[in-house]
């Protein structure tokens, strides 16, 4: 008997509700219908065989890269031990900013201009010692007194690009000196895609 | 879960690094692996929702045939079948089942994982299954 999901047996069960004994491998409780039905029985053991590769699958070594513990703890480390810029020292104390806060307020800044889609992580070139940001943003020290940021990001489609990047880093340069005191010397723009609307 | 290693490596990071953030605000009433899975799941679940192509996409890393010997050769393209099936499931439904099916985690710690109720867990990992073996059993060397 072939058997799939969505069918009614000739017991009058549907099958779909056996998917799950099969799944769990666990039997139909004693002294139900389906532990003591032929058609149902049947029913469990060919899902049982077409689970069996998904056990399979679930129980494969996954293949990660060998330094791929190794890379995220030292981008932790770093994020966590990430630069601190000094805004502001007064005789009540100093203010302090890391470039992973500046990080974030460049990539809030970039997504509010109209025509960028998504601030995206950089595929190309990455840099994870220089990566002090999130959300796509990397921050770079310049010196004692300005920063750089570099941002990947998804475009909408009919605007001009240069225009759009000239936006956003006026934005994003706007921003960290409101928000946080610190001056960004320059802002480099990856656009490394394009949000082209369905046409559907 | 992303079927991106980049991605991967980038939610694992913004997880670990939330994780430490968050330490002081970890309540003792959850399991601390719970509470980690929980943030890498937001985690995926945000990077997910920004993607304009869901369902999932294909994972890059998926077993291939080459210089597998005969006899393996089948459950390599059966595990395969299975990753390109689950991978195109809807976010909604495949997180749960990998947090069952591989990270083996019970009803209720996935609930708490995903803040849902452990019905709509229930719910959708049966018709996540349902979705796997319907694809499965048109896959399958058997089918038609």
């Known amino acids: 008997m072939m058997v799939g999901p969505w069918q009614r047996l000739p017991c009058g069960r549907a099958t779909d509700g056996l998917v799950t004994y099969a799944a769990e491998g666990i039997g139909a409780p004693a002294g139900s219908h389906e532990a003591g039905c032929e058609y149902c029985q049947t029913a469990i053991d060919e899902f049982g065989r077409l689970w069996l590769p998904v056990r399979r699958w679930a129980q494969r070594e996954v293949d990660l890269p060998d330094d791929f513990v190794a890379t995220v703890i030292a981008r932790v480390r770093r994020i966590v031990q990430s630069p601190r810029h000094v805004v502001s020292v007064s005789s009540r104390g100093a203010t302090t900013v890391t470039s992973w806060v500046l990080g974030l307020i460049a990539a809030s800044a970039a997504r509010q201009v109209p025509g960028v889609a998504a601030i995206t992580p950089s595929r190309a070139g990455r840099q994870p010692a220089a990566r002090f940001g999130a959300e796509g943003a990397h921050v770079h020290e310049v010196d004692d007194a300005s920063i750089s940021v570099g941002l990947t990001l998804v475009a909408r489609t009919d605007q001009s690009l240069p225009d759009l990047a000239d936006a956003v880093r006026r934005k994003v340069m706007s921003s960290i000196a409101d928000q946080a005191g610190v001056n960004v010397g320059s802002v480099d723009i990856v656009v490394d895609d394009l949000d082209v609307p369905d046409s559907t | ?144």
């Open chain 2, 1 to 144: 879960m992303l079927g991106d290693t980049h991605a991967g490596e980038d939610a694992a990071q913004d997880a670990f690094f939330a994780a430490w953030r968050s330490l002081g605000r970890f309540r003792q009433d959850a399991k601390f692996s719970t509470w980690l899975y929980r943030i890498a799941m937001n985690r995926c679940l945000r990077d997910l929702r920004r993607r304009k192509d869901p369902p999932g996409r294909v994972p890059e890393d998926l077993p291939t045939s080459r210089g597998v010997p005969e006899t393996e050769l089948e459950t390599a393209e059966s595990i395969r079948a299975v990753s390109v099936a689950v991978a195109l499931l809807a976010a909604e439904r495949r997180i749960p089942l990998l947090l069952r099916e591989v990270e083996g985690l019970s009803y209720d710690q996935i609930a708490e994982v995903l803040g849902v109720s452990m019905t709509a867990v229930k719910s959708r990992i049966y018709r996540a299954r349902l979705d796997l073996v319907r694809t499965l059993s048109h896959s399958g060397p058997d089918a038609p």
